[in-house]
């Protein structure tokens, strides 16, 4: 499965903006997509993910009320809206995907494909 993430850009603090993932290739019941981010100097984290089949959705403390993602299935897609943008959640911006079990939704090595970044800047 290929990804291609897109939507990255610069927004004032207080912002939203909303990523984008398509996916190319077949996808299983147990395929999960996953949002991580990277900012400069620091490790990748995650941010959120969402299960292919079930919809189940997973997501970081640090942006939980703030963030939401989803899926369109018919087109592949996955989306990260993200409100309430704060300074900190400047960073490079990486979809992932794989088949993945329960616990090894927030661990990146676990995920087997990755789409380019994208950069969202938070302006303060």
């Known amino acids: 499965v290929q990804l291609q993430a897109s939507g990255g850009g610069l927004v004032q603090a207080g912002g939203s903006l909303r990523l984008s993932c398509a996916a190319s290739?077949?996808?299983?019941?147990?395929?999960?997509m996953g949002w991580f981010r990277q900012a400069p100097g620091k490790e990748r984290e995650f941010v959120a993910a969402?299960?292919?089949?079930?919809?189940?959705?997973y997501y970081a403390d640090s942006v939980k009320s703030r963030f939401i993602v989803s899926r369109d299935k018919p087109k592949n897609t996955v989306f990260l809206q993200m409100n309430s943008l704060k300074a900190e959640d400047t960073a490079v911006y990486y979809c992932?995907?794989?088949?993945?079990?329960?616990?090894?939704?927030?661990?990146?090595?676990?995920?087997?494909?990755w789409g380019e970044g994208t950069l969202v800047t938070v302006s303060s």
């Open positions: 992932a995907g794989g088949n993945l079990i329960l616990s090894s939704i927030w661990t990146s090595t676990a995920y087997t494909s």
């Open positions: 290739g077949r996808t299983s019941s147990s395929y999960t």
């Open positions: 969402i299960r292919w089949s079930g919809g189940m959705t």
